[in-house]
Every structure is written in structure tokens, then in C-alpha cells.
């Protein structure tokens, strides 16, 4: 059974992205939600308290209220634990996910950015960028539906075959339609090596589901990769990252910020250097 760790806040957004988690992963996983009190006053954070209970039980109970709510909405009966914790956001996240044994994060994303989180990153990035599992990052609109086809962004990371395998056996539950896309940049890479890559890697495999490559003219990246999931009708963009120090994330301007930034559909990012403990994270019964 996997383990999979859901930040929370209480509002939309976090009510959302919990949702979501619910019925991707249903009864294959266990669900811990976490709320996390970094010191600074929210309007997310639950005024309500019980009588004879510390503000941190409390919101707690809360927790477990939305959570079990929500879970009736769905019909469903999953083991979830509600946590709280104090400190930096990302930090604690980082930290719970290496402590915890944690096969995926699954979050919230907000629809508007202000100045100061497109200089300094989001907590979402911190997250995408530190963490050794992968991140699922769920717009604020995001409904769940079956995963039929996926959009890929690849660059010289498919040339190990670690993630190939990953996405091999993850689909091996969805048969999604994966499209994988290679802006082509001005690094002197040859035009068909991607192409080349993971068609071999293939070629090799029974596959019982369709894969496309393709590779675009040099532009703007995350522009394209949108652009071509919103004309696919994608119901999931992969991207591969590497890992960052928080100062790192805050000063970079990596294409993953930018697709954090921009990105309208649900977002899976997959460290490059993926852990061993890192399990399949669809199961047929998710379909």
C-alpha cells in the first residue's frame, strides 16, 4: 500500500487537491494530511476551536471532519491520519517526505501569482525541486477523470533509462496515449536523439498502449508544452526536474517554475534522481 502525503490548507484549493488524491489513488493508498502553522496569520487557518482541546487538536478535528466529508462525498472509505505541524512550509514537507517514507506528494495550486512568488518561487516549487518523490501539483479547477492521455516534456534525462521504466510501469495500469514532446534547443543536441531513445527503449517492450514523438522548433517551452496539451486534450503533463537547494529554487529560473506558474492542467513532476522506494503510483483499481 503506498503512503501519500497531502499538504492542506482550508480552503478551496487544498479541499481540491485532497479530492483529488481520494480518487486517484483510492483504496491502494494511505493518506496522510498535513497542515502546517508557519507562524504568520491565515485566513486559510480555522478560527474554531474545541472546547477542552489545544488550537492544535482542534484544527485537527477540523481536518478530520473535511476530510471524512469529503470522503462521503465520494462514496468512499480510505484511512487518512490528520497531522499538524510548526515551522517553514517547505522544510517540514521535505523532511516528513524523507522521515515518512512517503511514495508522492500530492498538492494545491493557487490560479494567481503575485510579483513576489514569481521572483521568489512558490512553495510549490521548494517542494518539486527538494523532495526524492513524485510531485502531483493539482490547479485550483482541476476535476478528476480517467488519465487517457499524457503529455511529456522530455530532454536529456530520457537518455538514462530510469525514467522509461518508471512510465512503462505506470502505464502499464492506464494504457494512456503518451506524447512525448522535445522543444529543441541550441545546445548542439541532434534533432532525432530523443526520438531515437525512446523509441528503441520501446521497440524492445510488448507495449499495449500508443506512444507519440514529437519535436518542435525551437520557442518558448512551457508556451509549447501547454499549448500542445490543451490542443492533445491531455489529462496529465510530466516534467523531469532536478533537485535544487531552497536558495537555488528562489534565484532560478527553471522551466519548472514557469510551468508551476502557468500550468492550467494537473502536473506530475518526476525527480531525476527517483528513489528506489518510489512505487507505481496508479493502480487498476485508481481506473
Known amino acids: 500500500m503506498k503512503n501519500i502525503l497531502i499538504p492542506f490548507d482550508f480552503g478551496k484549493i487544498g479541499l481540491n487537491a485532497m479530492k483529488y488524491a481520494f480518487q486517484m489513488h483510492k483504496e491502494e493508498a494511505k493518506y496522510v494530511i498535513l497542515h502546517i502553522l508557519d507562524g504568520n496569520l491565515s485566513l486559510q487557518d480555522p478560527l474554531t476551536y474545541t472546547a477542552g482541546l489545544t488550537r492544535g487538536d482542534s484544527i485537527i478535528n477540523e481536518m478530520d471532519r473535511l476530510a471524512a466529508e469529503t470522503l462521503a462525498e465520494l462514496s468512499a472509505d480510505y484511512p487518512f491520519l490528520s497531522e499538524v505541524e510548526v515551522g517553514s512550509t517547505v522544510e517540514l514537507i521535505v523532511d516528513k517526505v524523507e522521515k515518512g517514507h512517503f511514495d508522492a506528494v500530492v498538492m494545491g495550486t493557487r490560479d494567481k501569482y503575485d510579483l513576489f512568488d514569481k521572483w521568489l518561487g512558490t512553495v510549490s516549487l521548494g517542494v518539486v525541486k527538494r523532495v526524492g518523490v513524485p510531485v502531483y501539483l493539482i490547479p485550483n479547477q482541476a476535476e478528476y477523470k480517467k488519465i487517457n492521455r499524457v503529455v511529456i516534456a522530455t530532454d536529456h534525462h530520457l537518455e538514462s533509462d530510469r525514467i522509461l521504466e518508471y512510465l512503462l510501469e505506470w502505464n502499464a495500469n492506464y494504457k494512456a496515449d503518451l506524447h512525448f514532446v522535445h522543444i529543441i534547443d ?45 490542443q492533445k486534450e491531455a489529462d496529465l503533463q510530466v516534467m523531469i526536474t532536478d533537485k535544487m537547494s531552497w536558495l537555488e529554487t ?38
Not at 524492445?204 to 496539451?229: A, H, M, W
Not at 510551468?259 to 518526476?270: G, N, Q, S, V
Open 186 to 230: 541550441q545546445k548542439g543536441k541532434n534533432e532525432g536523439f530523443l526520438r531515437n531513445i525512446v523509441e528503441e527503449y520501446f521497440e524492445k517492450r510488448n507495449l499495449d498502449f500508443p506512444f507519440t514523438v514529437i519535436q518542435k522548433e525551437k520557442g518558448d517551452i512551457v508556451k509549447e508544452l501547454i499549448n500542445y496539451s490543451e
Open 250 to 287: 528562489m534565484v532560478s529560473g527553471s522551466i519548472s517554475k514557469k510551468m508551476i506558474l502557468k500550468a492550467r492542467k494537473p502536473t506530475l513532476f518526476l525527480p531525476s534522481g527517483l528513489k528506489k522506494r518510489s512505487q507505481i503510483l496508479f493502480s487498476s483499481a485508481a481506473i
